[in-house]
T-cell receptor
Framework: DAGVIQSPRHEVTEMGQEVTLRCKPISGHDYLFWYRQTMMRGLELLIYFNNNVPIDDSGMPEDRFSAKMPNASFSTLKIQPSEPRDSAVYFC???????????FGPGTRLTVL | AQSVTQPDIHITVSEGASLELRCNYSYGATPYLFWYVQSPGQGLQLLLKYFSGDTLVQGIKGFEAEFKRSQSSFNLRKPSVHWSDAAEYFCAVGNFGNEKLTFGTGTRLTIIP
């Protein structure tokens, strides 16, 4: 398997623009997680899905952030409108079941100017 | 709420020397614990995990960790480090009944010749 795939790897945008990050989990994995990593706050869980259903979105910073998982092989994290404080590395991870290892993608480095 | 503390932000070790990275967790129930490694520009990779049973667990790349319930610790060790071990190391804790992991703030490891 190719592992968790994220695109784009780097994104530079201007404040106010819409940003869409994409993730393809490992085939057969039931759980998908979105994380954000910054120097100040470390690694934060934003939202996670089980069988395409959002289970916990309590980590989503505000209404500007939204996430979807239309099918088992694709998820998006959208920021609209983006702000400079959203600059971070965003990771997607998947796992086969509860209590198992989460496999991380390479991340998307987002810079909002 | 569960929490993870990695008290060392940055550690420098000579190549060939032994290594111990500290991790303390706070949670009332029996946790399950992970150590992940992140190389620059990469996602997180699992080194080892503990769910139950033998409190000394072996992982990849020659790493091991020991779960000590009395000290609420899960320290990572390696008898002899290699230059390729330079990376950031994250401890994570979860609890049965909840799919979410809580990550520590990470320890950056520098290896000197």
């Amino acid at each position: 398997d190719a592992g968790v795939i994220q695109s784009p790897r780097h994104e530079v945008t201007e404040m106010g623009q819409e940003v869409t990050l994409r993730c393809k989990p490992i085939s057969g994995h039931d759980y998908l997680f979105w994380y954000r990593q910054t120097m100040m706050r470390g690694l934060e869980l934003l939202i996670y899905f089980n069988n395409n259903v959002p289970i916990d979105d309590s980590g989503m910073p505000e209404d500007r952030f939204s996430a979807k998982m239309p099918n088992a092989s694709f998820s998006t994290l959208k920021i609209q409108p983006s702000e400079p404080r959203d600059s971070a590395v965003y990771f997607c991870a998947s796992s086969i079941s509860t209590y198992n290892e989460q496999f991380f993608g390479p991340g998307t480095r987002l810079t909002v100017l | 709420a569960q929490s993870v503390t990695q008290p060392d932000i940055h550690i420098t070790v000579s190549e060939g020397a032994s290594l111990e990275l500290r991790c303390n967790y706070s949670y009332g129930a029996t946790p399950y614990l992970f150590w992940y490694v992140q190389s620059p520009g990469q996602g997180l990779q699992l080194l080892l995990k503990y769910f139950s049973g033998d409190t000394l667990v072996q992982g990849i790349k020659g790493f091991e960790a020991e779960f000590k319930r009395s000290q609420s610790s899960f320290n990572l060790r390696k008898p002899s480090v290699h230059w390729s071990d330079a990376a950031e190391y994250f401890c994570a804790v979860g609890n049965f009944g909840n799919e979410k992991l809580t990550f520590g703030t990470g320890t950056r490891l520098t290896i000197i010749p």
